[in-house]
């Protein structure tokens, strides 16, 4: 069998799972640009890359600014053969969030920003879960789905 | 650490920033552009962010910070260049860069500040 005819879309284009940490600022870049190749190859529009990385580097900076570091997950993820998407886990075991609503509240922040990176992240992407426990850490997963 | 280019040509500084932005270097950059501006007598400065693939909010106060920066220091500042999907983007997640002039091109936002240096003098 020739490998060649293989249909595009049946190769995974990474292997996925991925976990990067994010300990600096230079992973944070990491992240977007990982995120971004995935986009690519999964053939999201420009628009939806755009959004996804977006909102990937607003979670990857409060993985670092507020959770003190940790590790995002990167996998793509398939509802039936023709919608996929792409899944991200952000985890740390920093000093987690208190109030999870003001958290997702534009304009909350305790750190320099301007607060509307929980909240304008969950915008950008189709699903959004925010975990956090005070003490313990925050782990957030969001999923964005190509659109057809 | 990288650093990002002021050119200086008339009374205008053009920076274009063609990296993927660190934390560091956007606030080195607010730096250097403050200080270039005091420097140079300049009346406008234009950033051309046509390469860059996102501005978050991080980012996006930054650019908003060297505006006001700049006109405290009585110079325009015009953002140039930026993408369609950055400009959705940046709406969604609730950043409309209040006070900050923008134009689609470099030729473009020059025209701008000669007329918003124009009606200052």
Redesign the interface.
Known sequence: MNPMAEPPQARDPQPTPQTLPVQG??D??RV??VV?SLALSLGFS??E???L??AA??LA?NTLVHGGGGSCVIESVTATPAVVGIRLTFEDHGPGIDDLESALR?GFSTA???G??L???R??VNEFDLWSQVGEGTRVTITKWRQR | MERIPILKIGNLLLVTIQVDLYDRMAEQLQEDLSLAVVRSHARGVLIDISALELVDSFIGRMLGSIAAVSLVLDATTVLVGMRPAVAITLVELGLALPGVHTALNVEMGMELLRHVNDARR
């Open positions: 600022q230079e944070v870049v977007r640009q971004r420009l628009l890359q755009t959004k990385i977006t580097s607003e900076r534009d320099k920003g301007l509307l990176g909240g304008g992240s915008r950008l």
